[in-house]
């Protein structure tokens, strides 16, 4: 069979030219016209190929005609970082065409041309311009003669050729020329997006499966540069997954992501101006370098210098990381922004550097010259096949316009990414409050629904709604065999011999009644057993709770001071409710606590949130309390002072496996405090009415119920409930 | 059937050791103007058969080139001059007959001939030109041996 030899090429040296041309490079021996108007930069093209390809082996000729003067030419020519004075003394032969054009016509100009060529056998001949021989002919006829002669030769010569030309459009149909040459490479400029961009355009190319879509190009000291994404950036195929997915190592953002970001997926950060989106690509990247994992952050916002600043103001040492090597910052400001060009340069950096994660900030700036959503989708297709080749992880925030149904810019981004993760902030009370929602992830199974998120000392937290665990099943039913003491005098007989393990009660009843007490006997009787204890408070502050433990002699300072007991206080004003399962799930962890004291669920509520939600927040935290294997009480406040009809106002009946209610009673015409024991799961329990009394070590429950009618309010007494200013509408 | 010219050079492209062999066979101990004679009919044959495809005024320039490029070497050959009909050996029968390196030269010429048409045309007309060549040696007056073989290039 006979081989098949691909054409010869000739590389041109211009950056992306030479897979444009598809083949790598002008076909050797080929006769290639470069087209375009004055200052289209047909000189400066054909003039870099020219030093690129010279050498001993391969000389150049260059010939002059009238377009302009020799001198000129090589004045201009010195100002390019491509040339070398060096090779132009030995082998780039420059040739005056201008006085014999004149002088001889076109047939004498044909002999001197050849002359020349066989003196110096070139590789490559280049006429600038050929237009001047249009110009200079008499007929279209002579013209033709004299191109196919031309060209003939300088085939039999195996010589590449260029001829340069002021041609227009319009000459590709009537000039005979365009009918003989092997290829046409056309400049142009035009304004585009609101400014002048160049443009080059293989229109033909004999032999060679070019592209023939315009590419925007620029000329800099280095020369001439095409921009050529859609022919160079092609995504590749995408093997098995075999390195571990990403974690971001944002605080719980990871908990949301499930098992991770699989390598080489892209991820919107999709939000409106002020949602943290650049803080979240900042700390990716950050906590990536602090991974062992390098990065790379494109930034079209924010300077190197402003973001610097702003992660600082996080407490992150990112100048460290930079310096490590581990870190690099590219900023390039909005007006000097040219897509095609920086896509190729985003490529170009992240390789070098070897980056597992890729920010970009944002391509919302990056592409808002770009008007026509299908190409800003293609842009972003091509910046995500850069992050999938490199099997890296990249980060691209986009803004969403205020007011729109939208969750990216263009409204077509999100179509070509592995993912979107929203950011979002609604206004409660008097501050905006944060949300996360990872809105799409490929072959992930990530949570679903908002997330509240803090930006803060540290960096980004996330505050899962609930965990995994408890999504996917019931936890486990209440042992029946371990009871633990309540550490209330009197309780555990009427409830069956004490809590069960694990479970979670509820303690509902009128302000200052001696709920919070209660819950400290629960707690403090933990620690006698070794049972770590933990108090979180959304109402009292620890000092306030401890000086009150310490006017009923119980010993709670001493055993916070002893570690045995931790009082932590949620500010209603600063935790939201959101935030509660993951704030509470990771201080049982870190303490190992088995007992959980929450005194003043209400608290947990603001606003006008519906009712609805704090139970399914309570419900969730049981949930995890019985999984962390924690035996829980719950404080409620009621505003019903006497024992009637509703139980619980709120609802929360179903909640708690075990319902204690305290309600005032009329005893020798004055109120005393009174439980009574409306539920215990899984056990009998006494279900009359026990007075109780408040002293030192605490509650003590009275060892025989009430008799007769107790729900009745004394008559013409004050409500001890008019008297407190805690009294919760809702419970 | 393949010549055994065409089996020992397997590689088209070798345009040296095809014209040697061809040479060595065809013409042993031939007088200057036998040898003259030889390539006269021979690149004749070459020209005929090659300027049906590439035309007159392609193979013009490119003979041009050939005889431009062998002269540098060996001068005698500046007799050699381009002609609508081929190459024109008058001149050199009158002032290079005698030269030493006549047989050198005139191989050059051949050898030069088919490389350059080799490339230029990514040796798609090689095989009809070594044909074309082995022909030559069989048929015409100026050639000296020649055996059954050959019929190969023929067919």
Redesign the interface.
């Known amino acids: 069979m006979k081989t098949r030899h691909p054409i010869p090429r000739v590389e041109t040296g211009v950056r992306n030219l030479d897979a444009v041309f598809g083949g790598g490079g002008l076909p050797k021996g080929s006769v290639t016209l470069i087209a375009g108007p004055p200052g289209a930069g047909k000189t400066i093209l054909a003039q870099q190929l020219c030093f690129h390809a010279a050498s001993p082996k391969s000389r150049i000729l260059y010939f002059n005609t009238l377009s302009e003067p020799t001198a000129k030419t090589l004045r201009y020519m010195k100002q390019f970082e491509f040339f070398d004075a060096k090779k132009l003394e030995q082998e780039f032969h420059f040739v005056d065409l201008g006085v014999i054009v004149r002088s001889m016509g076109l047939e004498q100009t044909s002999s001197l041309i050849m002359e020349r060529i066989k003196k110096l056998k070139p590789s490559i001949v280049v006429i600038d311009s050929f237009k001047t021989f249009d110009d200079l002919a008499k007929s279209k006829d002579e013209l033709r003669k004299f191109a196919y002669e031309v060209f003939v030769k300088l085939m039999a010569w195996e010589a590449t050729a260029l001829l340069l030309g002021e041609y227009g459009a319009h000459e590709q149909v009537t000039n005979p020329l365009f009918s003989v040459i092997d290829g046409l490479v056309t400049l142009t400029q035009r304004e585009s997006s609101g400014e002048q961009q160049r443009f080059l355009q293989v229109v033909k190319m004999r032999g060679t499966p070019h592209n023939r879509d315009e590419h925007p190009f620029v000329i800099t000291s280095s020369g001439i540069e095409v921009f050529a994404p859609r022919v160079t950036i092609h995504r590749e195929p995408h093997g098995e997954e075999r390195e571990p997915r990403c974690k971001t190592g944002i605080e719980k953002l990871d908990e949301l992501l499930a098992d991770g970001i699989p390598r080489g997926s892209s991820l919107l950060i999709a939000g409106v101006a002020g949602t943290g989106k650049t803080v979240m690509s900042l700390e990716f990247i950050y906590r990536g370098a602090l991974a062992g994992e390098k990065g790379i952050l494109f930034s079209f916002e924010e300077t190197t210098e402003r973001l610097l600043a702003a992660a600082r103001g996080m407490g992150w040492d990112l100048a460290r990381e930079i310096e490590r090597g581990m870190i690099e910052m590219v900023f390039v400001p909005q007006p000097e922004i040219v897509v095609e060009g920086h896509l190729l340069m985003m490529r170009e950096r992240a390789a070098a550097l070897g980056a597992r994660r890729v920010a970009v900030d944002s391509i919302s700036v990056f592409l808002h010259k770009i008007k026509d959503p299908q190409i800003a989708r293609e842009k972003v297709f091509q910046l995500a096949s850069i992050v999938q080749n490199t099997a890296a992880v990249g980060f691209f925030t986009t803004d969403i316009p205020y007011g729109s149904n939208q969750i990216s810019r263009f409204g077509v981004e999100e179509t070509v990414v592995d993912g979107v993760i929203l950011l979002s902030s609604t206004e409660e009370g008097f501050e905006r409050q944060r949300y996360v929602e990872v809105y799409k992830l490929r072959n992930t199974a990530h949570l679903k629904g908002r997330h509240s998120m803090v930006i803060g000392e540290g960096g980004i937290k996330v505050f899962p709604r609930y965990a995994e665990d408890v999504a996917e099943s019931p936890p486990a039913a209440l042992g029946l065999a371990e009871r633990l003491p309540s550490g209330i005098p009197g309780l555990d007989p009427l409830m069956g011999g004490g809590l069960l393990r694990r479970s979670a009660t509820l303690l509902v009843g009128s302000a200052g009644i001696g709920k919070s007490t209660m819950g400290l006997q629960f707690i403090l009787e933990g620690v006698t057993r070794k049972e770590p204890g933990l108090i979180f408070t959304l109402e009292e502050s620890p000092e306030q709770l401890e000086a009150t433990a310490d006017a009923l002699g119980m010993p709670l300072r001493r055993w916070v001071e002893k570690g045995l007991v931790e009082v932590v206080y949620l500010s209603r004003e600063r935790v939201r409710s959101a935030q509660f399962l993951t704030i509470l799930g990771d201080t049982i962890l870190r303490l190992k606590a088995r007992r959980v004291l929450l005194d003043g669920v209400a608290y947990m509520q603001r606003g006008s949130a519906e009712a609805d939600d704090l139970r399914q927040l309570l419900n969730k935290l049981v949930a995890r309390f019985k999984r962390l294997d924690v035996t829980s009480m719950l404080t409620a406040e009621s505003r019903s002072l006497y024992f009637g009809d509703a139980i619980t106002e709120g609802g929360f009946s179903p909640v708690a496996d075990n319902l204690l209610v305290l309600r005032y009673v009329s005893l020798d015409d004055a109120l005393a405090p009174a439980i009574r024991i409306v539920k215990t799961r899984g056990s009998e329990h006494d279900r009359s009415t026990y007075a109780f009394h408040l002293g030192k070590g605490g509650a003590h429950i009275a060892r025989h119920p009430l008799k007769g009618a107790v729900h009745q309010a004394p008559s013409g007494k004050g409500s001890p409930a008019r008297k407190s200013s805690r009294t919760k509408s809702r419970l | 059937m393949a010549s055994r010219l065409s089996k020992a050079f397997s590689d088209e492209a070798d345009h040296v050791g095809y014209v040697d062999a061809w040479l060595d066979r065809a013409a042993t101990t031939p007088s200057p103007a036998q040898l003259i004679t030889l390539f006269e009919r021979t690149l004749g044959a070459l020209w005929q058969r090659t300027e049906v495809t590439l035309g007159e ?2 193979l013009t ?2 003979v ?2 050939v005889l ?1 490029t062998a002269s540098e070497q060996y001068p005698l050959l500046s007799t050699l001059t381009v002609e609508r009909a081929g190459i024109s050996f008058d001149g050199l029968r009158t002032q290079g007959a005698h030269d030493t390196n006549l047989r050198e030269a005139l191989r050059l010429v051949l050898v030069e001939f088919l490389t ?1 048409l080799g ?2 045309t ?2 798609i007309l090689t095989p009809a030109l070594h044909a074309e060549l082995s022909r030559v040696a069989l048929e015409g007056p100026g050639a000296v041996e020649g055996n059954d073989d050959d019929a190969g290039a023929r067919s």
Do not use: C, Q
């Open positions: 005024v392609t320039a490119i041009d080139r431009y350059v490339h230029l990514d040796e």
